[in-house]
């Protein structure tokens, strides 16, 4: 069964950043989305799903195994987050780094593209609004 893991908190200049230990599926992308929410207060924020892979299990594209699985738009219909206090929470997926990666150390290379597509998508002085959830097998690492 996988877990989730707060990799990085929230914070007034800073972005959440959420993964999982072992394999998921979309259902439990679905369930962490409803989780961060819920820890979330106030109107305005944006949970950043990113769909894809580090390139470090074996066949893993995506949430799940295939690339037809992965979460993707028309699953945010699955959820419907609010914030502690009720206000809406806002589902942004993002097609990440969904080929396996080559290069001597491929895991590195997804992390730096990983920190570059988050600064890319995080608006000047947005940080505190935006959490990500790296929807994609032991994106927290392995136990």
Same mark, same amino acid.
């Given at each position: 069964?996988? =877990? $989730?893991e707060n990799i990085a908190s929230q914070g007034p200049n800073k972005v959440g %950043?959420? @993964?999982f230990? @072992? =394999? %998921? *599926? /979309? &259902?439990? /992308?679905?369930a962490a989305v409803k989780q961060i929410a819920g820890q979330l207060n106030g109107a305005g924020h944006s949970i950043? %799903?990113? =769909?894809g892979t580090h390139g470090y299990c074996a066949g893993k594209v995506g #949430? /799940?195994? *295939?690339?037809d699985e992965r979460f993707a738009q028309e699953d945010r219909r699955l959820v419907s987050p609010h914030t #502690? +206090?009720?206000h809406p929470v806002t589902l942004v997926v993002h097609d990440f780094n969904n080929q396996v990666p080559t290069g001597p150390d491929p895991v590195t290379?997804?992390?730096?593209? $990983?920190? &570059? +597509? %988050?600064?890319?998508l995080v608006p000047s002085g947005g940080a505190a609004c935006n959490t990500f959830l790296l929807a994609y097998c032991c994106s927290a690492g392995t136990r």
């Open positions: 069964m996988p =877990s $989730l %950043i959420w @993964g230990h @072992g =394999s %998921i *599926t /979309v &259902q439990h /992308v679905a950043h %799903i990113m =769909s #949430a /799940v195994a *295939t690339r #502690a +206090d009720n290379a997804v992390m730096a593209k $990983l920190n &570059q +597509d %988050i600064r890319a």
